[in-house]
């Protein structure tokens, strides 16, 4: 009986120190600031965009305007939508305040696009500015491709690589400088850097009017974007879009003014709408690539690289766009290391200027290696389209992974429970099967799920980012207690969510922060993180949000400061999985959360509307 009772004593002390044991967080939060000088003139980001398979280095990239961190004139996705907000949202997202002592002022859409447009008069302060953080050895860099200062380009990091030498290689666009008469050579060109040789040169569109290129007469320049690098086979290739040609009027051969309209205005020099962004990129664009193999052993800059198509049409078998008055835009926007790649491309909703909507596209190589039509992925709209484009307004295939699994997304042109959702997708082109994760579903916390709370919710949001070769994905969703009605009303906040495509679980990574010491005590840091947008093959995650000094400024969202983070997990932690990380809820900061279950109103109303990557405000015309 004694021993009984001696083992039992034991056999509890185990268990007591068992439970009480410290608990890592699943995560390892690591906030990564830009020092460099040149950005004495950006007042929103850093954002994330790309961190290399090794994490020894991050693209990133900071705006000087309150705009979406989606946005992008050569991808009409970001943009075409018209704003389903209340209706003073929408005016104060493109007008901003117009009160020099507000944080809006100069700051709103209207402010940008005028920039573009003055920029031939009066010159032109840059609004988006790209960056590299070398982890390894703790220094960022601005990244200037083609001019010595930021003074007047614009310029935007997309996608990062180790070289098999180990040299630091950034890709990304940027505007030309603007030269004493106010007038540059291109509005946008795709450049790769190789950081360590100190080597600049441009990807080059089909269609540009340049020096050597009489082919081309009154181009513009061209046009063209880089979106990933990826070793394809023995290839390096880069993908993006490149210009083929100026969009064309369906009566006639004339050249529209769409360029014109999209950089610059009619009324006055002042652009009183977004409506001119229908006309962006200004160019019709289909998606390209580069093959970049022998550059990366160069040592000094060339005259640029030229590449190929990636798909011979666009949607509606259309070829050469002679006979609609849309703006046709495809862009690849990823590749595996089979060389399929995936993207967008646009099809006629419409016979207007305005009519022009898109689709998913995948783009298979035949066994030489050659491109031909793009296969829809029709599967991403078929569940719920009565009639094409009438449900679903955009659809897109942002990532592919090297198994054949495309994830993309697609938004919503009609309400749905008083919202316009955009919803994730996850598509097998091996066994041709698609799933919507999160439609009409929210990611719940980790306290909702031990009280037991449904996950119903009709009209959630969903977007995915990136995906990594383990099938984690990462992107944002509706925050935990965003279920108001959107349309007519505000945007509901996001928060960033991981999502095992393996086990269809998900998780907000808010929740995969937290520690708890050996006596139980859950300490939650001061972080909302509202987007996660790049994870690699090791699981590390980049991510964007807020940071908050205080307890009160946290639980009222007040005084935060914008952070990008670098989220790390130790395989060799007692967090092995999602699952294993501490119960955030359980902390003094999230419990009293928690308990109010409603925002504070103590926020303004431009830190809540910049809390969340905004959605692009557009004011069509009809």
């Avoid at 705009?67 to 104060?92: H, K, M, V």
């Amino acid at each position: 009986m004694k021993f009984t009772a001696a083992l039992s004593s034991a056999t509890l002390l185990m268990v007591s120190s068992a439970v009480w044991a410290e608990q890592a967080a699943y995560y390892d939060v690591e906030e990564i600031a830009l020092t460099d000088t040149s950005y004495a003139d950006y007042n929103y980001g850093p954002y994330p965009a790309a961190i290399s398979e090794d994490g020894s280095l991050i693209g990133s990239y900071s705006m000087k305007a309150s705009l979406s961190q989606d946005i992008d004139i050569g991808l009409p996705f970001t943009f075409n939508r018209a704003c389903q907000y209340d209706d003073e949202l929408c005016e104060l997202e493109f007008y901003g305040s117009e009160a020099a002592s507000d944080l809006s002022y100069d700051n709103a859409y209207q402010a940008w696009r005028n920039a573009q447009s003055d920029a031939q008069y009066d010159g032109y302060v840059s609004y988006m500015m790209g960056s590299t953080f070398a982890t390894d050895a703790g220094t960022d860099t601005a990244i200037i491709p083609f001019d010595e200062s930021y003074n007047d380009t614009d310029v935007k990091v997309t996608d990062v690589f180790i070289s098999a030498a180990g040299d630091k290689i950034v890709i990304g666009y940027s505007s030309a400088a603007y030269d004493s008469s106010n007038q540059r050579d291109f509005v946008r060109r795709a450049f790769i850097y190789n950081q360590t040789q100190g080597v600049m040169n441009s990807l080059l569109p089909e269609f540009y009017e340049e020096t050597g290129n009489d082919d081309a007469d009154d181009a513009n320049g061209g046009f063209s974007s880089a979106y990933k690098i990826k070793q394809v086979g023995e290839k390096i290739l880069v993908v993006g879009a490149g210009s083929i040609s100026l969009p064309e009027d369906d009566d006639a051969d004339d050249v529209q003014e769409y360029f014109q309209n999209c950089y610059f205005s009619d009324e006055s020099d002042e652009i009183a709408t977004l409506n001119e962004l229908l006309y962006c990129p200004g160019f019709d664009t289909q998606a390209w690539a580069w093959d970049v193999t022998d550059y990366l052993t160069e040592t000094a800059s060339g005259e640029g690289i030229s590449g190929f198509a990636l798909a011979t049409e666009w949607l509606d078998d259309n070829q050469d766009n002679d006979n609609s008055d849309i703006t046709y835009s495809a862009s690849a926007l990823d590749i595996n290391e089979s060389g399929i790649a995936v993207g967008v491309s646009t099809f006629e909703y419409s016979d207007a200027a305005t009519g022009g909507r898109q689709r998913a596209i995948i783009m298979t190589p035949d066994s030489e290696g050659n491109y031909a039509a793009p296969t829809e992925l029709t599967a991403a709209v078929d569940d719920v389209e009565d009639d094409a484009g009438d449900t679903i307004y955009n659809s897109w295939a942002v990532g592919i992974s090297d198994t054949n699994i495309v994830i993309g997304n697609r938004e919503y042109s009609v309400s749905k429970a008083i919202n316009k959702p955009t919803e994730f997708f996850v598509y097998d082109i091996d066994n041709d099967s698609i799933l919507f994760p999160l439609q009409d579903i929210k990611v719940l916390t980790t306290e909702q799920q031990n009280n037991g709370e449904s996950s119903a919710k009709t009209g959630a949001n969903s977007q995915a980012y990136a995906i990594n070769a383990s099938g984690f994905i990462v992107g944002k969703a509706d925050d935990y207690d965003q279920t108001h009605a959107v349309t007519g009303g505000k945007p509901r906040t996001q928060s960033a969510f991981l999502y095992d495509n393996n086990s269809d679980k998900s998780w907000f990574i808010n929740d995969l922060i937290c520690t708890a010491d050996d006596e139980g005590a859950v300490t939650s840091p001061r972080y909302k993180i509202r987007s996660a947008r790049a994870i690699n093959d090791d699981g590390t995650v980049l991510a964007e949000g807020w940071k908050y000094d205080t307890d009160a400024d946290y639980q009222n969202e007040t005084n935060a400061t914008e952070v990008m983070l670098k989220l790390t997990h130790d395989a060799d932690s007692n967090a092995a999985t999602p699952d294993d990380s501490p119960n955030c809820w359980q902390s003094d900061l999230l419990a009293t959360e928690d308990n109010s279950y409603e925002r504070s109103a103590g926020a303004s109303l431009w830190l809540w509307i910049l809390a969340l990557p905004l959605l692009l405000m557009r004011r069509l015309s009809k």
